[in-house]
């Protein structure tokens, strides 16, 4: 199973700012096993996707430069409090990993 | 990997792994269900990885490569970066585009051994708007170009590494 992916969303008016933390190692393939001396092949994320209410929003192609454990930060307008937000991802070895939260009122 | 074996093999893993996926979590009900809804139109893109761009070793190529067309400076894309990142493995990146009509934001590091670190393509509803963290292996120019309504903007920062994070 991949790492967990964590989303924090908050409204404000009818803007839903979505931050997103997504567990994965983004591996360059440069990087040396410090125990072995061998490059660790590899891994990143290539494509994530975020849907609003199951409409494609937001669409990221990434390289190996994104940082380990990605970030990411975007915003939606139109949202409303009980919406569904969907983040999901796949990388270039076709592992794939996805998780949806919903729009909390304005505090 | 070139790009031909990339676009023959890739869409058919996703989609075994996306059948696997979908198979598991039937049984699990509607939270499953649109889990899976938010992968759908994955695949279609990761199809579209646009691996020619990610692999051009300079950045006049990966410009090339990424279609980016006569891309001129202009004022309205604001740049948050630190002038001096301390580790080039986590390199805050914010961006934000003041551009009517604006439809994807590219990153480029021309000093990275692949300069283009990301895009990200806006539909309905998004902002032009995008934060994230990427590696940079020593101080270059951050580049960054937005495509409005077909018309290629570019703005530029430089930023200071202090630990190079490709080997990250």
New interface residues.
């Given amino acids: 199973m991949p790492d967990p992916i964590r989303m924090r969303i908050k409204l404000t008016d009818d803007?839903a700012d979505v931050r997103v933390l997504i567990g994965h190692p983004m591996e360059?393939g440069?990087?040396?096993d410090a125990k072995t001396g061998e490059l660790v092949p590899m891994h990143f994320i290539?494509?994530v996707?975020?849907?609003?209410n199951?409409?494609?929003?937001?669409?990221?192609?990434?390289?190996?430069?994104?940082?380990?454990n990605?970030?990411?930060?975007?915003?939606?307008?139109?949202?409303k409090v009980n919406d569904?937000i969907?983040?999901?991802?796949?990388d270039n070895?076709?592992?794939?990993n996805?998780?949806?939260a919903t729009v909390p009122p304005s505090s | 990997m070139s790009w031909t074996t990339s676009i023959s093999t890739?869409p058919r893993?996703?989609m075994?792994?996306?059948r696997r996926?979908l198979l598991k979590t039937a049984t699990i009900g509607a939270?499953a269900a649109?889990?899976?809804?938010?992968?759908a139109?994955?695949?279609v893109?990761?199809a579209?990885?646009?691996a020619a761009a990610?692999e051009a070793k300079t950045i006049e190529e990966a410009l090339k490569a990424a279609g980016v067309i006569d891309p001129v400076t202009c004022e309205g894309i604001a740049i948050k970066a630190p002038e001096i990142a301390e580790n080039g493995?986590?390199?805050?990146v914010?961006i934000t585009s003041q551009l009517p009509g604006t439809r994807s934001i590219y990153i480029f590091?021309d000093k990275?051994?692949?300069p283009?670190?990301?895009?990200?393509?806006?539909?309905?509803?998004?902002?032009p708007?995008?934060?994230?963290?990427?590696?940079?292996g020593e101080s270059s120019i951050l580049r960054v170009v937005v495509n409005s309504d077909g018309k290629f903007c570019m703005a530029t920062r430089e930023v200071k590494v202090t630990i190079g994070?490709?080997?990250?």
């Fill in positions: 803007v360059t440069l990087r040396k290539e494509t996707s975020a849907t609003l199951g409409k494609v929003v937001l669409e990221a192609q990434w390289s190996r430069a994104i940082a380990r990605p970030y990411l930060q975007f915003r939606i307008r139109g949202a569904e969907g983040i999901a991802w796949i070895r076709g592992e794939t996805s998780a949806k | 890739k893993r996703a075994n792994r996306l996926l939270s649109l889990a899976y809804a938010a992968l139109p994955l695949k893109f990761a579209l990885w646009p990610f493995a986590q390199v805050p914010e590091v990275n051994p692949q283009l670190a990301g895009t990200f393509e806006f539909r309905e509803g998004a902002e708007f995008v934060s994230t963290r990427i590696k940079m994070g490709c080997g990250e």
